[in-house]
Nanobody, 124 residues
Framework: QVQLVESGGGLVQAGGSLRLSCAFS????????MGWFRQAPGKEREFVAA????????TYADSVKGRFIISRDNAKNTAYLQMNSLKPEDTAVYYC?????????????????WGQGTQVTVSS
C-alpha cells in the first residue's frame, strides 16, 4: 500500500517561496507518476502540477506555470514542489498524489493514493 506524507507548508508573504516535499513509501516509487493538487476553502480540489514516473515529463496548471516547479528524486523516494512568487490565491491545502502509470496525471478522479495534505497560507 502506498503511503504519501507531505511536509514544508506554512505561512509566507506574497512574493515569497516555499518548497513542499512528499515522501513516498510502500511500493517502488519509480512505478508511479506523482502530482500535486490543492483545495481552497469552499472550492473543489484542483490540479497543480504532475510529473511522470521517470521525471522526464512535467505539466502544470496555467495558474502556476512559470512560478512552480515539480521534481522528483526516486533514489530518495521523494517528490517536490518548489513554489515561487506566491500569491494570496495560492492559499490552500496542498495534497501529494500518486498513480501507477508511466505518464503524467492531471485528473484527480484517477488518483489512487493521496497524502494527508499540508497547509499553505500566503498573506498579502
Amino acid at each position: 500500500q502506498v503511503q504519501l506524507v507531505e511536509s514544508g507548508g506554512g505561512l509566507v508573504q506574497a512574493g515569497g517561496s516555499l518548497r513542499l516535499s512528499c515522501a513516498f513509501s510502500g511500493r517502488a516509487v519509480s512505478s508511479y507518476a506523482m502530482g500535486w493538487f490543492r483545495q481552497a476553502p469552499g472550492k473543489e480540489r484542483e490540479f497543480v502540477a504532475a510529473i511522470s514516473r521517470s521525471g522526464e515529463s512535467t505539466t502544470y496548471a496555467d495558474s502556476v506555470k512559470g512560478r512552480f516547479i515539480i521534481s522528483r528524486d526516486n533514489a530518495k523516494n521523494t517528490a517536490y514542489l518548489q513554489m515561487n512568487s506566491l500569491k494570496p490565491e495560492d492559499t490552500a491545502v496542498y495534497y501529494c498524489a500518486a498513480l501507477k502509470i508511466a505518464t503524467v496525471v492531471t485528473d484527480a478522479g484517477l488518483i489512487t493514493s493521496w497524502g494527508q495534505g499540508t497547509q499553505v497560507t500566503v498573506s498579502s
